[in-house]
């Protein structure tokens, strides 16, 4: 056992609060995981090392620092500053309940506690420290049949040299309408464990946003995992930049027949950047869909990890599956590893799955030059174009509007010399 | 303006262009017609300078200069413009970054200052207005899931936007209702003045309607085999290119 595993061990002994019976269950698993390693299949491609050399650490009080809004967003607005909330400043609509994880009353802590790692897969180990550790985090719960219009937007922002163990709780009801914004930013030196669950009843929808744009030596690993009753749906985004350990685990278990998962994954890595992405969607029942694109774009000496894992279960017959992994790399050092997972044992399915690196399209490379566009421009168009389409598809405009600045700055900056040009 | 002396061209090793010459002064509205397969897009390619396309044999200028010489941004930069026979769609690239990376590089080559983003935007605006789309248009992928009509109209925006000084329309009246060809025809008839010409590819008498040729061509397995006023065209529509085949045996005896 490593000695960072070790002292995670011991400090959760000290975490004592509504959680307990749950916590423990997570540190009885704890004990008999391994570290990863190169040769642990889940983390072949990505090191801990930078995670293994940290104290760890939390921050009594809050730093300095003003967390920007979105414009035209019009959000909840929920922000964790080094791991302490910062209260709801708006009122909340009818419908919705939103309670700090420390301070779930009885009435909260009655369905949150069945609900805490429940579609969370055990198999992550850092999910399982999550489960002993998380001190700081929410509990959604969105009534039956409530519409609300207003995004939650969860920030965190680390300021200080210190590690904060995140989670999120969500339930929407039967026929509820939400859309919740996951986003964590910054350069600070830091460790970032962010977990999330979500339940979505029959006919529930959620619009999920997961933004993954912590930097340099500001570490990460975290977790958003869905559970889909019949006929409910996820709309998720999901954008990743990378730094020295940055890894996200989705899990989507379709739980109720008809239930439906688009996610859409963009990554932009520059410099030595990691970004680690593993999916895994469970089609545990039958006539359910998956619709999930990931592109990504890794220049420099980056590397992207991409592992998407599709299981189809017995009798999940009439699925409809399709996950597709495109990737530009910008020079020869830049590296990407993506595998895809299929696992079918129904008969009755459709499912395609595909992982390429990106060509480049010539007619439009044609197209726009023919307009008098130098060909080194269109090239940056086209390449930034690949991932931009899936921000053209982001159900939220204001979001959109938001995000694809920041893209295209950091594309800017990157090599711009395609090695296909 | 367009000068063409006997161009050859290929296409994988297949000959398309065998020797066609055509010139277009300052001005002038020139309409290619001709059966499918003739070689009409492959013109509008060959001059743009479309990868894969090989010219053999003959030259092409453009004001005085080579423009087979020229790479395809210079070509565009020099003033020539292509509405495509199908255009492009561009997912992520939208189409007023396009067309702004296009009106910049067209003002730098005349040696104006860029426009500032706001002037662009309603230059944009008022193109996009003129040919009838939706605003909304400018925002979203070049050509995105744009009807045959729109992308058409979408053509005919830039080159409002771009000023060339010699348009190649091909076929841009192809799948339009009347109305969305008067668009593209009154976009035409705006741009005509005494400097810019038009090389007008189309199958219907009907767009000729709007848009009067100053000559009407016939292009029939790579060359031009007939030419003569507007009211070629009209005999066209009224017999269609049966005639070709002995027009051919003709010719075939006569350099017998
Ligand atoms: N990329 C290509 N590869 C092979 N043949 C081609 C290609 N493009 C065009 N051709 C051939 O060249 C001929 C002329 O085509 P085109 O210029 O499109 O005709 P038009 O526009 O007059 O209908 C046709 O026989 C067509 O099949
Ligand atoms: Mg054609």
Redesign the pocket.
């Known amino acids: 056992m490593s000695a960072w595993l070790a002292n995670a061990i011991e400090k959760s002994h000290s975490v004592n609060d509504w959680l307990t019976a749950k916590r423990q269950g997570a540190l009885a698993l704890l004990q008999e995981k391994n570290w990863p390693g190169r040769k642990t299949e889940d983390w072949k491609y990505t090191s801990v090392r930078a995670l293994e050399k940290r104290a760890i650490s939390s921050a009594a009080n809050a730093g300095e620092v003003n967390v920007a809004t979105i414009a035209g967003l019009e959000a909840i607005e929920l922000h964790f500053i080094d791991g302490h909330f910062q209260g709801v400043k708006q009122s909340l609509p009818e419908g919705l309940s939103i309670v700090e994880l420390s301070k779930a009353d009885a009435e909260v802590q009655a369905w949150a506690v069945e609900a805490f790692s429940a579609c969370k897969p055990k198999k992550h180990l850092f999910g399982l420290i999550n489960d002993t550790l998380a001190d700081n985090g929410l509990v959604i719960d969105v009534a039956e049949g409530a519409d609300i219009k207003q995004p939650m937007r969860i920030v965190n922002e680390i300021t200080q040299d210190i590690d904060v163990q995140h989670r999120v709780l969500v339930r929407l009801g039967e026929g509820a309408k939400a859309t919740v914004i996951e986003q964590a930013g910054g350069t600070q030196e830091s460790y970032f464990s962010g977990f999330a669950e979500y339940f979505l009843a029959e006919k529930a929808a959620l619009e999920h946003y997961r933004f993954c744009l912590r930097t340099g030596k500001a570490l990460s690993i975290g977790g958003s995992h869905f559970e889909l009753k019949s006929n409910a749906q996820i709309n998720s985004t999901l954008v990743g930049f990378g730094s020295e350990l940055s890894r996200l685990d989705v899990d989507v278990m379709h739980r109720g027949e008809g239930a439906h998962a688009k996610i859409n994954a963009v990554y932009l890595l520059d410099s030595g950047e990691i970004f680690d992405l593993h999916s895994c969607i469970e089609h545990e029942i039958g006539h359910c869909t998956t619709d999930e694109t990931v592109r990504g774009i890794v220049g420099d000496k980056a590397t992207a990890t991409f592992n998407g894992r599709i299981h189809i279960h017995r009798d999940a017959q009439k699925t409809l599956a399709e996950l597709s992994n495109k990737n530009l790399l910008l020079t020869d050092n830049a590296q990407i590893n993506t595998k895809p997972e299929l696992e079918i044992y129904a008969d009755d399915v459709r499912c395609a799955h595909g992982a390429t690196v990106a060509e480049l399209d010539k007619s439009a490379l044609y197209y726009l030059t023919s307009r008098g566009v130098s060909k080194s421009q269109a090239l940056v168009m086209l390449n930034f174009g690949f991932i931009n389409a899936l921000v053209d598809e982001m159900p939220n405009s204001a979001l959109a509007e938001w995000l694809r600045p920041q893209l295209q700055e950091r594309f800017a900056k990157m090599n711009q010399e395609p090695a296909q040009a | 303006m367009l000068k063409i002396r006997n161009l050859k061209a290929k296409?994988?090793d297949?000959e398309?262009l065998k020797g066609l010459s055509l010139e277009v002064k300052p001005g002038e509205v020139h309409a290619i017609m001709?059966?499918?397969?003739?070689?009409?897009?492959?013109?509008?390619?060959v001059l743009t300078g479309r990868d894969?396309?090989e010219v053999t044999d003959g030259d092409a200028t453009l004001n005085g200069e080579d423009l087979l010489e020229l790479e395809i941004e210079e070509r565009a930069r020099a003033g020539l413009f292509l509405a495509f026979?199908y255009p492009v769609e561009i997912p992520g690239v939208s189409n007023l970054e396009f067309m702004k990376a296009a009106v910049d590089a067209a003002r730098e080559e005349r040696g104006e200052d860029a426009l500032s983003s706001a002037d662009f935007l309603k230059a944009a605006k008022a193109a996009c207005k003129q040919v009838n789309l939706p605003l909304d248009f400018l925002k979203r992928g070049v050509n995105e899931g744009f009807s045959g009509g729109e992308k058409k109209r979408n053509e005919i925006m830039q080159m409002l936007l771009l000023q060339p000084k010699l348009c190649i329309l091909?076929?841009s009246d192809s799948g339009l209702d009347i109305d969305a060809l008067k668009v593209v025809a009154e976009g035409v008839n705006s741009q005509r003045d005494d400097q810019r010409s038009f090389i007008v590819?189309t199958h219907y008498q009907r767009l000729l309607d709007y848009i009067k040729p100053d000559f009407v061509h016939v292009?029939s397995d790579?060359k031009i085999v007939k030419s003569g006023d507007a009211s070629l065209a009209h005999e066209l529509e009224a017999e269609g290119y049966a005639w070709l085949e002995t027009y051919d045996r003709q010719a075939e005896e006569e350099t017998a």
């Not at chain 2, 001709?34 to 390619?45: D, E, Q, R, V």
């Open positions: 296409v994988e297949k398309i001709g059966p499918n397969g003739a070689g009409k897009s492959t013109l509008g390619y894969g396309y026979q091909d076929e590819v292009l790579g």
